[in-house]
Nanobody, 123 residues
């Protein structure tokens, strides 16, 4: 089992940058595929980005391609989401997710979830 704790959220202006972190504890972090999801007010949770165990393969939703970068440091048991050129529509609670076996863009692909960190982008 793995425990996930997100950090790095906050209130920023449009065009600013933020870096989210997700620290994992428990079983060996390098065993897990990692994902970031987000949920805006009144909307369903949606996929943002994912990275495979060794960091070689990444996925992004179209709306963040070219602006967000997912990365991981297995030595630090941490996955990051670098968010540049933020827009008001990026406002959401951002969740980190993990799974040993599945790797994809669906909530179903991840068995472990963090509590989330709020990102608010003002116009």
């Amino acid at each position: 089992q793995v425990r996930l704790v997100e950090s790095g959220g906050g209130l920023v202006q449009a065009g600013d940058s933020l870096r989210l972190s997700c620290a994992a504890s428990g079983r060996t972090f390098s065993r897990y595929n990692m994902g970031w999801f987000r949920q805006a007010p009144g909307k369903e949770r949606e996929f943002v980005a994912a990275v495979i165990r060794n960091g070689v393969i990444t996925y992004y939703t179209d709306s963040v391609k070219g602006r967000f970068t997912i990365s991981r440091d297995n030595a630090k048991n941490t996955v990051y989401l670098q968010m540049n050129s933020l827009k008001p529509e990026d406002t959401a609670v951002y969740y980190c997710a993990a799974d040993e076996d599945r790797f994809g863009r669906l909530e179903y692909d991840y068995g472990y979830w963090g509590q989330g960190t709020q990102v608010t982008v003002s116009s």
